[in-house]
């Protein structure tokens, strides 16, 4: 069983990524979605430059020109990714504008050339991810008949959010909460094409969904929680991986010393496109909120990581030093 974190926009940049393989040793990373045009015309450094220590990683694109595409994978594939991923799967409007993402569902026939085209380019793995069906479109039929079509030129990995996308009606935001999950359809996909490479995503919250499709699928992708809750991920690589939990002050002292070593090079990062990534980190524990109120208001400082944990632990002595403790 394979566990990775999701492709997210504006989440999953260069500075998330680092510090969740500080969390999870061993599961595979996905950047945020980067357009063919942006690395085509735009800053290929920007978008593409990452920490060797992030590996394995994923470079996930976006675009629907085979040509396009290829050139891009290529550039992926030059810079050191280990995976390029098809989103086949995004609803927001912006994406339907440049004909990709979950739109390209509909047009089977043009992802396989997609997919053929980029396979051309490189030798790494070229994977998709999708959703089970697109609007009024009969689940089944549709995510059967878009896997076949794409699997026949020989894609074999399919990461597969297990809701619909409205593509009218819904922001991308209620694409991904209001549509029904159907985790069944997923399970079924993996029987039925058993040489496949079936990946799960969408609504991976908590141990017993994932003990529930523990052997039914390939792989299991994290969204949303690996992002809003971080410990979930040690969770994971504990159980799964063997990997020992992390002292919480080896992290502070890792993206600490992260932090000062990015200012250093980079000339237009601020402290806090690092730290807003680590707010999450003390989900649920006592000063929790301590710590997330800490990174929004501290003066942004290469220490601030250090300040914040300060914070976080006198919060923590304060209240086991109280009469009532």
């Known amino acids: 069983m394979e566990f990775s974190v999701a492709p997210m926009m504006d989440w999953t940049d260069r500075h998330c990524r680092y510090f969740h393989r ?25 978008h593409l430059d990452f ?9 996930q694109l976006g675009g629907s020109s085979p040509e396009d595409l290829a050139k891009s994978a290529k550039f ?7 995976e390029i991923n098809l989103n086949c799967g995004c609803p927001s409007n912006r994406v339907q504008k440049g004909s ?51 699997s026949d030129i020989g894609c074999t ?15 991308p935001k209620e694409n991904r909460d209001i549509p029904p999950l159907n985790y069944d359809l997923v399970f079924k996909l993996k029987e039925d094409f058993p040489n496949l490479s079936i990946h ?4 991976v919250t908590s141990r017993g969904i994932i003990n529930s499709a523990y052997g039914k699928v390939d792989g299991i992708m ?6 809003q809750n971080p410990w979930f991920l040690t969770e994971i690589e504990n159980e799964f991986y063997g990997t020992p939990f992390p002292h919480e002050e080896v992290i502070i002292e890792n993206m600490s010393k992260y932090l000062k070593n990015m200012l250093k090079t980079q000339t237009n990062l601020r402290p806090r496109n690092v730290t807003r ?33 300060e914070a976080y632990l006198s919060k923590n002595s304060a209240a086991h030093n109280s009469p009532s403790a």
């Open 51 to 59: 920490n060797k220590k992030e590996h394995p990683l994923a470079l």
């Open 277 to 309: 990534h680590m707010t999450g980190l003390f989900k649920g524990a006592y000063g929790g909120k301590t710590w997330r109120q800490a990174l929004s208001t501290l003066p942004e400082s290469p220490d601030m990581i250090e300040k914040a944990y």
């Open 157 to 171: 990995t399919f990461i597969v959010h297990a809701r619909k996308a409205w593509l009218k009606g819904l922001s």
């Open 222 to 227: 994290i969204g949303r929680e690996a992002y």
């Open 200 to 203: 799960l995503n969408g609504g």
């Open 100 to 150: 990709f993402g979950a739109c390209l569902m509909a047009e089977p026939d043009l992802v396989a050339a997609c997919i053929k085209s980029m396979q051309d380019a490189v030798k790494i793995p070229v994977t998709v991810k999708c959703r089970i069906a697109i609007d009024d479109f009969e689940e089944e039929p549709f995510l059967y008949d878009f896997i076949k079509k794409i």
């Open 22 to 46: 500080i969390l999870a040793p061993n599961m595979l990373l996905y950047t945020e979605m980067v357009t063919t045009g942006a690395l085509i015309f735009g800053d290929k450094s920007r």
């Open 76 to 82: 992926g594939e030059d810079w050191g990714y280990n």
